[in-house]
């Protein structure tokens, strides 16, 4: 019914840059929130950044400076502009989705993941 699917993960040497995409595809009315986690080995999965329809942003203290979080609402897309990455970045990163699906419903989506590796 509903995708979300991640891209521009890579290997990445510290204080490097990257950016990530996330394209939404699939049957639905509208896009509420959109925003990255990402879950490192052994620990939790965390709140990287989010961003509401009207541009509102949140980030993690560990990111905020660092990560910028952008949407193109037209085309259904996510993006996290990373800069000045550190070893500790390093983790799977996940898009996530609330979303409409029909006038009433909204319901929560979850890409499968991009990796993000940062060398020291």
């Known amino acids: 019914q509903v995708r979300l699917v991640e891209s521009g993960g890579g290997l990445v040497q510290a204080g490097g840059s990257l950016r990530l995409s996330c394209a939404a595809s699939?049957?639905?009315?509208?896009?509420?929130?959109m925003g990255w986690y990402r879950q490192a080995p052994g620990e939790q999965r965390e709140l990287v950044a989010r961003?509401?329809?009207?541009?509102?942003?949140d980030y993690a203290d560990s990111v905020r400076g660092r990560f910028t979080i952008s949407r193109i609402n037209a085309e259904n897309m996510v993006y996290l502009q990373i800069y000045s990455l550190k070893p500790e970045d390093t983790a799977l990163y996940y898009c996530?989705?609330?979303?409409?699906?029909?006038?009433?419903?909204?319901?929560?989506?979850w890409g499968q993941g991009t990796q993000v590796t940062v060398s020291s």
């Open positions: 699939g049957t639905f009315v509208s896009i509420s929130v």
């Open positions: 961003i509401d329809k009207g541009g509102s942003t």
């Open positions: 996530n989705a609330d979303l409409y699906v029909s006038d009433w419903s909204l319901r929560n989506y």
